[in-house]
Nanobody, 127 residues
Framework: QVQLVESGGGLVQAGGSLRLSCAAS????????MGWFRQAPGKEREFVAA????????DYADSVKGRFTISRDNAKNTVYLQMNSLKPDDTAVYYC????????????????????WGQGTQVTVSS
């Protein structure tokens, strides 16, 4: 069983920055791909970013490219999402997800490909 615990959410003004963290426990973190998704009020959950096992290839939604950076620290079993130049449209609950099946080198935007999820952390960007 894998447990994911997100932290780092909060309230920030437009143009500001936040760093989300997701601590994983239970299995060999370094071998698996990880992702971040978000869900805004009244909208479906959407893909934000993903990172593979080392050498840690990354992929981003078009809406966050150039502003968000996903990274991982395998020694700490943690994945991060650095969010810069935040916009009110980034307001959402952000979820960490783990793809503990298939190839750890494969990056995917599809929710069903991820088999473990955190509880979510709220990010609110004020204008």
């Amino acid at each position: 069983q894998v447990q994911l615990v997100e932290s780092g959410g909060g309230l920030v003004q437009a143009g500001g920055s936040l760093r989300l963290s997701c601590a994983a426990s239970g299995r060999t973190f370094s071998m698996y791909a990880m992702g971040w998704f978000r869900q805004a009020p009244g909208k479906e959950r959407e893909f934000v970013a993903a990172i593979s096992r080392s050498p840690s290839n990354t992929d981003y939604a078009d809406s966050v490219k150039g502003r968000f950076t996903i990274s991982r620290d395998n020694a700490k079993n943690t994945v991060y999402l650095q969010m810069n130049s935040l916009k009110p449209d980034d307001t959402a609950v952000y979820y960490c997800a783990a793809k503990y099946r298939g190839s750890g080198y494969y990056l995917t935007h599809i929710e069903d490909d991820y088999n473990y999820w955190g509880q979510g952390t709220q990010v609110t960007v004020s204008s």
